[in-house]
């Protein structure tokens, strides 16, 4: 519950730093979905995930942009029809701040390669409930819908990588679709 008041508290401070110009010169919004697998001291598992996420593009920076956003992924056969009695899907969850450097191809092409922390959340078994600090990377190949003010919609495909550190050394990985739009 504690972590559910500090996330709201962190968006709606966000929220409201992003009608401060000097600072932020734009927020987007996005959303991915993917495919990956996600382990904790257990092997891995197949996954489905998805992602949402806030990107700040700083006064300093047209390339450089700060993303903050939550990831959750669930073993892959949750989604699917079968019987449920006494079953237990392992999944994590992930809240993460990151650096993401967006690079013009040309006109419409883009690549976004990005690094940063994640606070992650390890539920692989049923008796496993361990937050952990660790690192992700990600790497980004869209498509820019969007005029010369980046007003439009980005789609893209990519990879995003995450791993701890301490305790169970959780880690996932998921190939994702997403979209983003200026906000």
Known sequence: MRTKTILAVTVFCLFFSSNSYAQIKSVNLGASLGLGEIKGNSPSVTSLGTSI?????????NDLTFRTGFIYAQKLERFLPESRI??????????????????ELNDLFYIE???GLIYLNDRTFGDINEWEPGASFNFL???????SERKGIHLGIGLDYGITFMKTSASYYLIYIQIQKKI
């Open 86 to 103: 006494l079953r237990y899907y392992p999944f994590i969850r992930s809240y993460y701040l990151k650096g993401v450097l967006r690079v």
């Open 141 to 147: 190949y869209g498509i820019d819908f969007s005029d």
């Open 53 to 61: 996420y806030l990107d700040f593009l700083p006064w300093f920076s």
């Open 113 to 115: 390669p990005g690094a």
